[in-house]
């Protein structure tokens, strides 16, 4: 365990070479102690995901490149036709791990494709290592990106009113979500950095809280003010010229520009709409997808348990062990949706590593031709 200061740069790394062991900081346990995990192999990283031990698209894609190497280890003593199937099925069963962010699938077919047709034990893992690094490097430089992109639209409301700029966001697509800087937030930390004051309405983000436990503890400590709100208050403050921009993350954009993000999104996208705030989905190219146009019929939504509804976890005001407690009347059952489809009629702009676009199909075709004739991201 660590203090919160000693926080390591990256959430998923390795320590070494290829054979190093590879590590995740265990998000379950934040903002209240920074707990780092090693993963043991292809299945518990499975598991690490599958268990939210970490969340967040970029960061479960980058996980699952790092999921791969280990399950390249695992078979490298296997004869060489059983090892392809076995990888094949620990590539399978890590794919399985949660539905909806699309940079799972896309990180594990990346790697299978980097590794086909190689027999190779030693290469095997040689080449595993170097696309998982890879993958985590490249979010780090998108996310960099998405933040340059971003800090023009932050800066301009600054210039023109000559005050605080007010940013709201959802959940948490900052650097925990990813592996460094985080996709909506990148533009709230160039902008910090800019010298440019803002403000972060941050909604705690029931039923798991990341927005209270996970957002508002990283922006507040890189220095940037933050307002805790219910998620109830959004609509609120939309009504009132409270807020200049709605950022929030994505995981999984069609090439409609439907956005798929965490549950709650699309009633902000709403408020804003009716309030005429600018709303904006930030997110790498891995999280787009392509192969779907209509993102409320194709986009696979994850259900998750009644419990996460039912109950809700803190640390009591006196301090001591985080403990759960029931909110509602034993026996009463829940309903969970884990995400929601923001149909791009509400969205403003999509920010990407490449710049900023309208969502459509065409702008976001423009800017990403390669995904749209189906080829490597
Ligand atoms: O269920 P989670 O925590 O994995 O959900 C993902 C998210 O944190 C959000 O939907 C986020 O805004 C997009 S992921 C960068």
């Known amino acids: 365990m660590m203090s919160a200061v000693d926080a390591p740069d990256r959430t998923v790394w390795i320590d070494g070479d290829a054979d190093g062991t590879v590590e995740v900081i265990d998000q379950r346990y934040l903002p209240f102690d920074v707990v780092v995990r090693p993963v043991r192999d292809a299945e518990d990283m499975h598991d690490v995901i599958a268990d939210?031990?970490?969340?967040?698209?970029?960061?479960?894609?980058a996980c699952a490149g790092y999921g791969v190497l280990l399950a390249t280890r695992q078979v490298a003593d296997l004869p060489t036709d059983q090892a392809g199937v076995e990888l094949r099925r620990l590539a399978d069963h890590l794919m399985a791990a949660r539905p909806t962010a699309v940079n799972l699938a896309w990180a594990v077919r990346r790697q299978l494709a980097a590794l086909e047709g190689i027999d190779d034990p030693a290469e095997r893992i040689a080449i595993a290592h170097r696309e998982a690094e890879a993958i985590a490097d490249e979010d780090v430089a998108a996310c960099a990106a998405i933040g340059e992109h971003g800090l023009a639209l932050v800066r301009e409301v600054h210039e023109r009113t000559g005050r605080p700029v007010n940013v709201m966001t959802h959940c948490n697509a900052g650097w925990l979500a990813f592996v460094e800087h985080g996709s909506a937030t990148a533009p709230m930390y160039a902008a910090h950095a800019a010298g440019i004051p803002i403000r972060v309405f941050v909604s705690e983000t029931r039923p798991r809280?990341?927005?209270?436990?996970?957002t508002a503890w990283e922006l507040d400590r890189a220095g940037i003010d933050v307002s805790l709100i219910v998620d109830n208050a959004a609509g609120h403050l939309l009504q009132h010229g409270e807020v200049d921009m709605v950022i929030v993350g994505s995981d999984r954009t069609?090439?409609?520009?439907?956005?798929?993000?965490?549950?709650?999104?699309?009633?902000?996208?709403?408020?804003?709409?009716d309030n005429d705030v600018p709303f904006y989905a930030a997110m790498p190219s891995s999280t787009l997808d392509f192969s779907i146009g209509d993102g409320l019929a194709g986009v696979p939504i994850e259900?998750?348990?009644?419990?996460?509804?039912t109950l809700v976890s803190g640390r009591p005001s006196d301090g001591g062990e985080e403990t759960a407690v029931r909110i509602c009347p034993e026996g009463v059952g829940a309903t969970n949706p884990g995400f929601d489809v923001t149909p791009a009629r509400l969205v403003t702009g999509i920010i990407t590593e490449r710049g900023i676009c309208e969502a459509s199909e065409a702008a976001l075709t423009a800017l990403h031709p390669e995904l749209a004739s189906g080829g490597d991201r």
């Open 52 to 61: 939210m031990v970490v969340r967040g698209a970029g960061c479960i894609g």
């Open 209 to 214: 809280g990341q927005g209270a436990r996970l």
């Open 254 to 273: 069609t090439r409609h520009g439907d956005v798929a993000n965490k549950i709650g999104t699309y009633l902000k996208a709403v408020a804003a709409r």
């Open 303 to 309: 259900e998750r348990g009644a419990d996460e509804v």
